[in-house]
């Protein structure tokens, strides 16, 4: 384990940049490729990360079942969740970090206390399936209500 050192460069005032920067080397260090975790960059986009430590202390055997309830067999509920959310979600120690847009963190977020909690598989389903549902919902609205340029 290192350090690394964020430093802003003199021609950028924004403060921001910073804060971004520690994401993505977040990210990165949470599993997330180093492409993927640029994407951090843009204004859009949020990083969240669940400590299963923080949940379970070091008990290994609940993280390790908790981490096989969100990736799922062969990765299915994994790639389920990034499908329904459209959410990049990353299992890697005992964290499990999330990249996207905040709604569809937020969503992803929620699936996965669901699943830390015990629910069903297919619960989690049906609630990304709702979910989707009223984001597809949501957009369309939001293109019918844009005034034209």
Do not use: C
């Amino acid at each position: 384990m290192g350090t690394i050192e964020v430093t802003p460069s003199d021609d950028n005032d924004d403060p921001s940049t910073i804060l971004r920067a520690k994401d993505v080397v977040t990210a990165v260090g949470r599993g997330f490729s180093p492409e993927r975790a640029m994407t951090l960059t843009d204004d859009d986009m949020v990083l969240d990360v669940i400590d299963l430590r923080e949940l379970f202390g070091k008990n290994e055997s609940d993280i390790n079942r908790i981490k096989g309830r969100v990736i799922g067999s062969e990765g299915k509920m994994r790639r389920l969740l990034e499908e329904m959310t459209d959410a990049r979600v990353s299992v890697y120690g005992s964290t499990i970090s999330m990249i996207g847009e905040f709604e569809s963190v937020s969503a992803a977020r929620q699936a996965i206390e669901m699943l830390i909690k015990g629910k069903q598989h297919s619960s989690v389903y049906k609630f990304l399936r709702r979910t989707k549902s009223e984001s597809k919902r949501r957009k369309t609205l939001e293109l019918w209500e844009k005034p034209p340029r």
